[in-house]
């Protein structure tokens, strides 16, 4: 089955450029969406953003002007690069596969437009501190 | 902010039915499919639920979700020790043009 590996360094620097991989192994990257998400310590999931095979992008606005995911389909890997990290950056980060697609729904007697984003494989997590 | 709202924690004995709850807008689960995810501790988020109530290969079927306007519930039925995680509802937001997570509820099996 398909498994999801982090990898990086658990620590940097204030001011630097957090950089993480995520290997995709068992399965094919193609034709997924491919998030990272992050969880502060004792606290809730944040999603971080997400690439398509084809490259494209979207990113949570909370952290757009800082963070870059891109991916490399011959290594089966994606990347997350979150510059001018704080302390506040300091979380265990997770990459997950995603699936994207949307309906409709008739709701009394008009139809409704509806999305849905799921992340069905997860990996284990690496914790990255950033502290001096 | 946090955009769905879930109560911190619940609880329940051993066999018992639990309900968590997921509160949120008419630009979040009003409108788009509601996703459940369980953390156990010290591991990484498992997907429970998704789409509509579907449920991963794996999971049983004591767990069930469900959606009624602007919010969602988690049912457990049978509890079991277990079930002792963090659970996080999630779902696509159309003004942020994302995926949003819940703020997440503890669930303590007494």
């Known amino acids: 089955q398909v498994q999801l590996q982090e990898s990086g360094p658990g620590l940097v620097k204030p001011s630097e450029t957090l950089a993480l991989s995520c290997t995709v192994s068992?399965?094919?990257?193609?034709?997924?969406?491919w998030s990272w998400i992050r969880q502060s310590p004792g606290k809730g999931l944040e999603w971080i953003g997400y690439?398509?095979?084809?490259?494209?992008?979207n990113y949570n606005p909370s952290l757009q002007s800082r963070v870059t995911i891109s991916v490399d389909t011959s290594k089966n890997q994606f990347s997350l690069k979150l510059s001018s990290v704080t302390a506040a950056d300091t979380a265990v980060y997770y990459c997950a596969r995603g699936e994207r697609g949307g309906g409709t729904n008739m709701v009394r007697g008009v139809i409704i437009n509806y999305s849905y984003y799921y992340m069905d494989v997860w990996g284990k997590g690496t914790t990255v501190t950033v502290s001096s | 902010q946090t955009l769905l709202i879930q109560p911190p924690s619940a609880s329940g004995t051993p066999g018992q039915r639990v309900t968590i709850s997921c509160s949120g807008s008419s630009s979040n689960i009003g409108r788009n499919t509601v996703n459940w995810y369980q953390q156990l501790p010290g591991t990484a988020p498992k997907l429970l639920i998704y789409?509509?109530?579907q449920r991963p290969s794996g999971v049983p079927d004591r767990f069930s979700g469900s959606k009624s306007g602007t919010s969602a519930s988690l049912d457990i039925s049978g509890l079991q020790s277990e079930d002792e995680a963090d659970y996080y509802c999630?779902?696509?937001?159309?003004?942020?043009?994302?995926?949003?997570f819940g703020g997440g509820t503890k669930l303590t099996v007494l």
């Open positions: 789409s509509k109530n």
């Open positions: 068992g399965g094919s990257i193609s034709s997924y969406y």
């Open positions: 690439i398509y095979t084809s490259g494209s992008t």
């Open positions: 999630a779902g696509w937001d159309d003004s942020l043009n994302g995926p949003v």
